[in-house]
């Protein structure tokens, strides 16, 4: 079964500072790739996701992820972020022909210091 | 924008008693889920839901919980004897097709168990 893995448990930047969230994956086969983002009290929001084409992603509010398939990663970056950005950000996978569940990392939470 | 809706927002229940979360999917989506998150833990899979019949489960979703569709918009999540470990936000999603499509999350029912 797949499972995903986020390194950071808790990130602490500045504003205008540079965010890059390690995800990484285990899955052998065709795998889509979302990133959630979850702002203090509110649901679990889509930000981007891969499934296929560009592995380059560009997703809302400014944040990217590239998915590189020979190290099953799937990194969420930013180039400068906000105080808006705090929240609880989740990589998760589900295979590519599987309907069913989808596998969330353990979450990262991000605290940008204004 | 359409949106997944979720009642109520906060149940408090005692320990043995049943619940029954609630849970308005996006009119058009074919694919519905359970998830469940404990409070500081990841968004944990719970059951997926197709064509009027369970299509995976996790080994959370023991035979305490059931799911239902009991109508052309409603999904239930029923568990039958709370235990102080249920205890979580339970949050439904939708997905109208293919697996590559957004899974599109519910503001969450929050569980508390005394």
């Known amino acids: 079964a797949q499972s995903v893995s986020q390194h950071n448990h808790h990130v602490i930047l500045s504003e205008a500072a540079s965010l890059e969230l390690g995800c990484n994956y285990s899955?052998?086969?065709?795998?889509?790739l979302f990133w959630y983002v979850q702002y203090p009290g509110q649901h679990l929001q889509l930000l981007l996701k891969?499934?296929?084409?560009?592995?380059l992603v560009k997703g809302i509010k400014g944040f990217e992820a590239e998915f590189i398939k020979s190290k099953f990663s799937f990194n969420l970056r930013k180039p400068s972020v906000q105080w808006s950005d705090t929240a609880e950000y989740f990589c998760?996978?589900?295979?590519?022909?599987?309907?069913?569940?989808?596998?969330f990392g353990a979450g990262t939470r991000l605290t940008v210091k204004p | 924008e359409p949106e997944v809706t979720q009642t109520p927002s906060h149940q408090v229940t005692q320990m043995g008693q049943e619940v029954i979360l609630r849970c308005v999917p996006i009119?058009?989506?074919?694919?519905f889920y359970w998830y469940r998150q404990i409070l500081g833990q990841k968004v944990e899979f719970l059951v997926s839901f197709y064509n009027n019949e369970i299509s995976e489960k996790s080994e959370i979703f023991d035979d305490q919980f059931s799911v239902e569709r009991p109508d052309g918009s409603n999904f239930t999540l029923k568990i039958r004897s709370t235990k102080l470990e249920d205890s979580a936000m339970y949050f439904c999603a939708s997905r109208r097709g293919a697996p590559s499509d957004t899974q599109y999350f519910g503001p969450g029912t929050r569980l508390t168990v005394l």
């Open positions: 899955y052998g086969g065709t795998v889509n």
């Open positions: 009119s058009n989506h074919l694919y």
């Open positions: 891969y499934f296929s084409g560009d592995p």
């Open positions: 998760a996978v589900n295979a590519s022909y599987n309907n069913n569940d989808m596998r």
